[in-house]
């Protein structure tokens, strides 16, 4: 079964960014580490939602924003599984674990292209909001979102 534990030390940080050379972010408040029968698989990391970093750093300016998130509100900043361990449902597993452990919160990521179809599959949908120039028109963009 899969075992999803928070990374609590700088040691375990600094070992994992090591491990994990180009996937794993820096300044990330909550790192968790996916294994499997003690093998490390991949990854969570977490951040709080902070409305003014998330629309910089997502592209978002463009859009007419309103009731994005709140102090309950929690990004998914990456979800990652090593290569030969995908399509094995450790992905929908560590998804659930999200879902069940951040229950309290919406939950917003935003996805890659490739794997927009795995979150709708986990119950996320996409944001739509109105373009700043077009503002009669609705967008979805590429920022999904799970809602209690």
């Not at 910089?56 to 509100?73: F, K, V």
């Not at 599984?81 to 995908?86: D, Q």
């Not at 939950?107 to 292209?113: A, P, Q, R, V």
Request: with cysteine; aromatic share 16%; glycine share 4%.
């Amino acid at each position: 079964m899969i075992d999803i534990d928070l990374i609590r030390n700088e040691a375990e940080r600094v070992s994992f960014k090591k491990t994990f050379q180009y996937e794993f972010l820096n300044n990330i408040e909550r790192n968790y580490a996916i294994k499997v029968a003690d093998e490390l698989i991949g990854f969570i990391q977490i951040n709080r939602f902070i409305e003014e970093k998330f629309i910089e750093d997502y592209d978002m300016e463009r859009y007419i924003i309103n009731d994005l998130g709140d102090e309950n509100t929690i990004v998914v900043e990456k979800l990652f599984i090593v290569g030969k361990y995908r399509s094995k449902g450790y992905g929908s597993l560590s998804a659930d674990w999200i879902k069940s452990n951040y229950s309290a919160s919406k939950i917003l990521l935003c996805s890659l292209y490739e794997v927009e179809d795995f979150w709708r599959s986990q119950g996320f949908s996409p944001v739509e909001y109105p373009h700043r120039d077009y503002p009669d028109d609705v967008y979805e963009t590429d920022v999904y979102q799970y809602k209690i």
